[in-house]
């Protein structure tokens, strides 16, 4: 099993810039394919990004492609999320998650959720 803790999320305007994180801890950390997920209320968690454990192979949403960048330190245990070029759309609850699969290419199967972290984009 392991722990997920986001952090990083924030209140800002339209094209500025935030870099989420996320700790792991538990086991191996490079075992897990990582992802980002978000969800707004009232909707279902929508897939943002993933990467394979060891980073050579990312997956965006259309909605993100260009403006997000997917990478993982797996010395730190960590997965991070650059989001530049952030817009009012992109405000949602931004949620880290571990699918088990270390290889599994797309948008993932996740078995392990952090709790998220609030991110708002102001126009």
């Known amino acids: 099993q392991v722990q997920l803790v986001e952090s990083g999320g924030g209140l800002v305007q339209a094209g500025d810039s935030l870099r989420l994180s996320c700790a792991a801890s538990?086991?191996?950390?490079?075992?897990?394919?990582m992802g980002w997920l978000r969800q707004v209320p009232g909707k279902g968690r929508e897939f943002v990004a993933a990467?394979?454990?060891?980073?050579?192979?990312?997956y965006y949403a259309d909605s993100v492609k260009g403006r997000f960048t997917i990478s993982r330190d797996n010395a730190e245990n960590t997965v991070y999320l650059q989001m530049n070029s952030l817009k009012p759309e992109d405000t949602a609850v931004y949620y880290c998650?571990?699918?088990?699969?270390?290889?599994?290419?797309?948008?993932?199967?996740?078995?392990?959720w952090g709790q998220g972290t609030q991110v708002t984009v102001s126009s």
């Open positions: 538990g086991r191996t950390f490079s075992s897990y394919a």
């Open positions: 990467i394979n454990w060891n980073g050579a192979n990312t």
């Open positions: 998650a571990a699918d088990r699969d270390p290889n599994r290419p797309g948008i993932g199967l996740y078995s392990y």
